[in-house]
């Protein structure tokens, strides 16, 4: 099984090494892996001048799986759109045809007093958040900001998609909806915006092949308060690119910390890259705080969902579990009477529960 490896910017190299320690872990233990590293973000635009270079590309469509720090960073702000990290970003789930995102939001028993929401209401929490990832209103055209005859700027994003990709993240939120609660609520705004009627309407025929499974439509705003007054509702949630981006960083919160919550984008093959939900995080980047639960849960996901390998997914959920049982916590999720440590102690920690 190759690996392509991509660290990325700011805490990325940080949080990538602690998960890249799990993997030398399972491969000391007989999984048989490769890990090859590349540049991507702010790294490739420094190194090769473009935010994905060809060789970062190559290979990671060479590879069976990716694993992704985070990218971007204020020193790359002011840089022409196309060369800016998160244009990288943007470029490699396109190149990959990575159109489906996953992000459970899930509550830790002993996370629930860092939630900032009252432990009745988030106890318990296990939502999988189905986000379509290479449509929507970030890939249509036209877009851009042009002048208009009177002098005026104007700037202008398209929203669409097409029945097919609708139907195939729908299939891909059913399935995962079959091995959990067998509940799908599928976000739109189709009160307002026909892409949306349309998303609605697919939702329904491919909800036919699955009649075992309760659909459930909600307007994307009415959710986002939802996701807060009653989140326990939700079993998965399959949206399109824009909501989904919106309500994970919210469902993220219900959890306590973005540091904990992993995701992976797959392809029709379950080829797939595996990242944390949360950004570079310059604000700490290089000084030993990050937490590196969120990309080693995601390996936990690669394991599962590309390699098929169920026990050593639970073998790191576990040791994830144990590290915190045992009281480890890094500055963003830390609460009196645990026990704070830094990036790489945290690392040492699930591999020693390992
Ligand atoms: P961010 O997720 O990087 O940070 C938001 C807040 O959460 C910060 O206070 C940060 O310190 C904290 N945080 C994030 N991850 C953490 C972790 N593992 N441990 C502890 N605390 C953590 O979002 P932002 O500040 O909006 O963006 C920073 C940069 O990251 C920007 O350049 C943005 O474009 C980029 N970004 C990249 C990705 C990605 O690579 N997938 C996603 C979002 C943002």
Redesign the pocket.
Known sequence: MKIAVLP?????TE?VAQAVKVLEVLRSDGLKIEMEYGNI?GAGYDAEGDPLPESTLALAQASDAVL???????Q??TLDRPLR??RG?LRIRKGLNLFANLRPALLYPELASASTLKPEVVSGLDIMIVRELTGDIYFGQPRGISTLANGEREGINTMRYTESEVRRIGRVAFDIAMKRNKKVCSVDKANVLETTELWRQVMIEVARDYPEVELSHMYVDNAAMQLVRAPKQFDVVVTGNIFGDILSDEASMLTG???MLPSASLDENNKGMY??????????AGRD???????ILSVAMMLRYTFADEASATRIENAVKQALVQGYR???IHTEGTNRVG?NAMGDAVVAAL
């Open positions: 990325g910017d700011g805490i990325g949080i973000g992704l720090g985070a990218v971007g960073g204020p790359y702000d990290p998160e970003l910390s973005i540091g990242e944390p939900s949360h950004g570079s995080a310059p604000d700490i705080l990050a937490n590196p639960l969120a990309t890094t500055g963003d990036c």
